[in-house]
């Protein structure tokens, strides 16, 4: 089995939907499971509209009307025959959100963004499936919350790989190309659940690894894994070949082109992980594998924006040691903050936080009964992975912004204050 997973960049109008055909008709498909993303930037647009039913109740009708049309638009281009029976598809879907907006009683935000957000893997996969169909790619779609079984951890779910794998086995069953959704499962009390923004690729990887595939491709618009972000640095390179241990620590620092979860089911059954580019489908990519390739010559430079570093100290100046830790911990958990740098000394103890899921005014509050606490939010967690003496050097440049430093063997960390900007990146390949 070979598991081929197309992101909302790859499905984002009818061509590229029809681009999605083409490349599975080039490729041997009778052994073969899609895992697809909502489609464009349908996600953000649910977000919105959870956010309106939520809190503001602003637009909730017109937004909701937005994203139907969105997908109505495109099965109207797609399809010359059957549009009807695909449309009244799309319809169903809707009323199955209209039920639950209405019947909805629970109040937990996280929740409902799971309940709602969700669709949007749904309508996409339904649409695929059902034009891969009608253009002769017999396929069978396959719902992704029978088989993905998580906890209740609502939009960052933790994967019970073992009924996980149980369901997969019983879902996918003999040959033929199946097509099922990522980002979304199911818990004990059957709700939804979604594995945190981005969550296709680590989906991808729990099928695979259920199966015991193959492979796995991811198709992105990028060539491959960069040594850079495209968006933020020129004259990128090309990583052709990776290791996972590499490729793990890459996406741990940030680097976004593959969701950080993804790569350790597949190291664990050495299934290999193609990253390669939908528009130029032929060129090779990037291959992760259990091989150690030496990309330790080309340094990788990640950006995180719009992080906050906290510095906290106790009030009487006495240390910050295992209990305090471990106290600073738990409020960490209990406000679902990710942390992404620590750094500490006897008196102080520094965060990097992703204020990912809103809950840091709450922390701050909690913090500061016990503790002093400064806040400098806006800040960006800058990784160079595998600096040589020219980062080294560009670094200096950046002596001002630098609220805090960490080095290690292979990987240089900045923390750089708010007026750090994206124009100062540029120089790191300048030479
Ligand atoms: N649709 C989800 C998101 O945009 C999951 C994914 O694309 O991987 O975050
Ligand atoms: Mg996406």
């Given at each position: ?28 498909h ?7 993303s ?24 017109n937004k ?13 281009d797609?399809?010359q025959?059957?549009q ?14 209209d ?10 935000y ?9 669709y ?79 969550g ?20 992105k618009?990028v ?35 593959i969701?950080p ?20 489908p ?108 020219f980062?080294?050097?560009h ?5 001002q ?25 540029l ?5």
């Amino acid at each position: 089995m070979k598991v081929y997973k197309f992101g909302g960049a790859s499905i984002k109008d009818y061509k590229s939907v029809r681009r999605l055909a083409r490349i599975i008709r080039k490729h041997n498909h009778d052994e073969m499971i899609l895992i697809v993303s909502a489609m464009g930037k349908i996600t953000n647009s649910m977000e919105d509209f959870v956010l309106s039913y939520t809190k503001s109740f602003k637009n909730l009708k017109n937004k909701l009307e937005l994203i139907k049309s969105f997908h109505k638009e495109i099965v109207k281009d797609l399809f010359q025959k059957n549009q009807q029976s695909v449309l009244k598809i799309i319809e169903s879907v809707f009323n199955e959100i209209d039920k639950f907006l209405k019947l909805n009683k629970e109040n937990d935000y996280n929740f409902i963004y799971d309940q709602l957000v969700s669709y949007g893997e749904i309508l996409s996969s339904v649409i695929i499936s059902e034009y891969l169909n009608s253009i002769g790619l017999k396929s069978k779609w396959v719902d992704a919350r029978s088989c993905i079984k998580t906890d209740q951890y609502y939009r960052d779910a933790n994967v019970d790989f073992e009924k996980t794998s149980k369901s997969i086995k019983r879902k996918i069953k003999g040959k033929g190309l199946f097509i099922s959704q990522g980002f979304i499962g199911s818990n004990k009390k059957s709700y939804t659940t979604t594995l945190g923004r981005e969550g296709s690729d680590y989906s991808a990887a729990i099928f695979a690894h259920a199966l015991n595939a193959e492979s796995v491709t991811i198709w992105k618009d990028v060539r491959g894994v960069l040594n850079a972000d495209p968006r933020y640095f020129n004259k990128t390179k090309l990583l052709n070949k990776i290791s996972y241990e590499e490729a793990i620590e890459l996406a741990f620092y940030g680097a976004s082109v593959i969701h950080p979860k993804t790569l350790q089911p597949l190291k664990k059954k050495k299934i290999p992980l193609y990253v390669k580019s939908f528009l130029s489908p032929s060129r090779e990519g990037t291959v992760i594998s259990k091989k150690d390739h030496k990309v330790k010559d080309i340094p990788s430079h990640i950006v995180k924006w719009n992080r906050v570093l906290l510095k906290i100290s106790s009030k009487d100046f006495s240390f910050i040691v295992e209990k305090k830790i471990s106290l600073i911990f738990s409020m960490l958990s209990k406000y679902k903050i990710k942390v992404e740098l620590i750094q500490n000394s006897a008196i102080s103890f520094s965060v990097v936080l992703n204020n990912k899921y809103g809950g840091l005014d709450k922390l701050l509050d909690e913090l500061k009964e016990t503790f002093k606490v400064s806040v400098d939010k806006d800040v960006s967690l800058f990784t160079i992975r595998h600096f040589n003496r020219f980062s080294l050097k560009h670094i200096k440049k950046l002596n001002q912004n630098i609220l805090l430093e960490q080095r290690t063997y292979e990987t240089l960390q900045l923390v750089l204050s708010r007026d750090f900007k994206q124009e100062n990146l540029l120089q790191f390949f300048q030479r």
